[in-house]
């Protein structure tokens, strides 16, 4: 019987028995009746069985005592809503010797113990339900037809067992993550062979990571980060297991230790650096300096042009060669008119001229007398006034760095560390820089960096280090000590591992004599590295899942739901 009224009106269709069992696929049940209601698919039915058996004796048991109805949300049925209300019998126990009196039927088929959804529809959440938050969970599947609160959601999810065979598992690999950083930590297990989850420990303790480990009594092989709670706990909870540290921590290491050898040895490196790049203070009376001698006094200087006055009198000159108009060469560089006819009226790039209105040269000798005993420009400068100075301290100081800028002074040392030569380059200046910038750490230990691997080209920078670190000895030795234990590590012997190891634990430099001694203490796990491959590279991977799930269930993300999250779902 079919009815159909107005657009605005509901829409009912009688469904029957067989219609009913075609769509669920439930053959133990019998539909009594079914209609739909707009979004609505509500069936009634009961079990067809005529018996049922005690939980307690198993006895068949034909003598109903009452009849309740129960509620279920089942699959959508195209995208409507499928509610069953099932009307479930309670029985008598006619068993004399059974302690249970009434009982209800259990349709196990269909739904479990107290249970609102259909074991299938259950299921069906927990499926989708798993891979993301509650809240776009239940926005997912009300759209599918289960209208669910996120609430429910998550107990949906909180509700699914994840069995483990912790008797199957052979090779597992650990590492610690934060629940909050600094404060909290635990550890994840991971199978090496499946490459899943499979079990979270609410610590990073070595003696309760210990015990969580003696549940894995056929486990062959661990791998680990360098951590000495980890080994530890490894040789506790399972003795028989080798150990592997993982690779990219032990070359990540060998890197930390040159990076605190390499700013310990920082001036070390800058005074190799400074005898290779920086000539000698040139006596008083040499060319460099203005003397007595010269015939007219010193009263103006010229500085070095900079490096973006050299560029722009290079692009002025090159466009007015290409036969650009001045007004072009404005709009193309982007300065003034004036500007432009300057750069075009000079044969080579000029720098600014200084003028001071105090005649210093009857006071050059006091002053390289200064210079030739290395005093402090201030003690020069007071020299210079009791001999008839009228200026102010501020004033010479200016002249001072502006005649004589490679005199400078610290602690009353003279030193030189500038050297400008002929095109204003400045040599020293640029090494400096070098070494002050973090790169120099990435260039010391990969000497590749900065090259093109399709072209094979240099940049500029990559050539610009690796003159510095072969100007010093001491970032020769600091890239030997990185290189040769990246190759070691690349390599499958153990001989050169010994060897390497040998070398360097003499080292007198003290963090690559550590490192190396290191090692030596943890020289079973570290041989394993080169034997096995195994490595921990998983673990950090489904640790970046973890993150992503803790920021997705902020404020929920207790251990035991975190785990479901990460043993269950089957994408990311």
């Known amino acids: ?74 699959l959508p049925i195209h995208g409507k809503r499928m509610n069953i209300t099932l009307l ?9 010797e059974c302690n249970q009196t009434i009982f209800t039927e259990q349709p ?23 891979e993301m938050s509650a809240r776009k969970g239940a926005l997912i599947v009300t759209s599918m037809g289960m209208i669910q609160s996120a609430s429910t959601c998550l107990r949906v999810v909180k509700a699914i067992e994840v069995k483990v065979n912790k008797d199957m598992v052979k090779h ?55 951590s000495s709670a980890y080994a530890n706990a490894i040789k506790q909870g399972i003795p028989k297991a ?61 500085r070095q042009p900079s490096d973006k006055k050299r560029y722009l009198f290079e692009q002025v000159h090159k466009l007015k060669e290409e036969k650009y108009s ?60 009791s001999a008839g100075l009228a200026c102010s301290y501020v004033s010479f100081l200016y002249w001072m760095r502006t005649i004589f800028p490679e005199y400078k002074t610290f602690k009353g040392k003279a030193t030189r560390s500038s050297r400008v030569d002929s095109t204003g380059y400045d040599k020293t200046k640029s090494v400096l820089k070098s070494l002050h910038s973090h790169k120099l750490n990435i260039y010391v230990a990969n000497p590749e960096w900065g090259i093109n ?53 003499t080292e007198p430099h003290p963090h690559l004599r550590t490192f190396a001694t290191g090692l030596l203490r943890d020289i079973d796990a570290v041989k394993n590295a080169i034997f096995y491959s195994y490595n921990n590279g998983l673990a950090e991977g489904l640790n970046n899942k973890l993150k992503a799930l803790k920021r997705g269930m902020y404020g929920r993300a207790s251990n035991r739901l975190i785990e479901i999250k990460m043993m269950a779902a089957l994408t990311g």
């Open 1 to 74: 019987m079919f009815e159909t009224a107005n657009k605005n009106k509901v829409t009912n269709t009688f469904l029957n028995d067989k219609i009913l069992r075609g769509l669920t696929g439930f053959k133990n049940l019998r539909f009594i009746e079914g209609h739909i209601h707009n979004d609505t698919v509500d069936v009634k039915a009961r079990i067809s069985r005529s018996y049922a058996r005690c939980p307690v004796c198993n006895k068949k048991s034909h003598s109903v005592h009452s009849t309740y109805e129960r509620y279920l949300l089942d």
């Open 88 to 96: 479930s019998r309670k029985f008598r126990c006619r068993n004399p």
């Open 108 to 130: 196990a088929e269909l739904t479990e113990r107290y249970s609102r959804k259909t074991i299938a529809a259950k299921s069906k959440l927990q499926t989708v339900l798993v």
């Open 172 to 226: 597992i690999c650990i590492d610690d993550f934060a629940y909050r950083k600094g404060i909290k930590y635990g550890t994840i297990v991971i199978d090496s062979d499946t490459r899943k989850t499979i079990e979270l420990i609410n610590s990073r303790d070595t003696d309760i990571v210990a015990k969580a480990l003696k549940a894995y009594p056929n486990v062959q092989t661990v791998s680990r980060d360098r």
């Open 242 to 302: 080798a150990q592997i540290a993982d690779k990219f921590h032990l070359v990540k290491n060998c890197g930390e230790h040159m990076e605190e050898q390499l700013k310990k040895s920082f001036n070390q490196i800058k005074d190799e650096l400074s005898k290779l790049t920086i000539n000698p203070l040139p006596p008083p009376g040499a060319s460099s300096y203005p003397t007595i001698e010269d015939p007219k006094p010193v009263q103006f200087s010229t």
């Open 326 to 385: 001045e007004l072009e060469i404005v709009r193309y560089l982007h300065i003034s008119r004036c500007a432009v006819r300057t750069y075009l009226s000079w044969n080579e790039p000029q720098g600014h001229k200084i003028t001071f209105r105090n005649d210093y040269s009857p006071f050059l000798p006091i002053v390289e007398n200064g210079i030739r005993n290395k005093a402090r420009i201030s003690e020069i400068y007071r020299n210079a006034a």
């Open 453 to 505: 691997k399709k072209t094979g080209e240099c940049s500029e920078e990559n050539i610009q280090m690796n003159d510095i670190i072969k100007s010093s000895g001491t970032l020769v030795e600091l890239r030997e000590f990185c290189v040769s234990f990246k190759a070691v590590m690349a390599g499958n012997s153990m001989s050169d591992l010994v060897d390497w190891i040998e070398k360097y634990k």
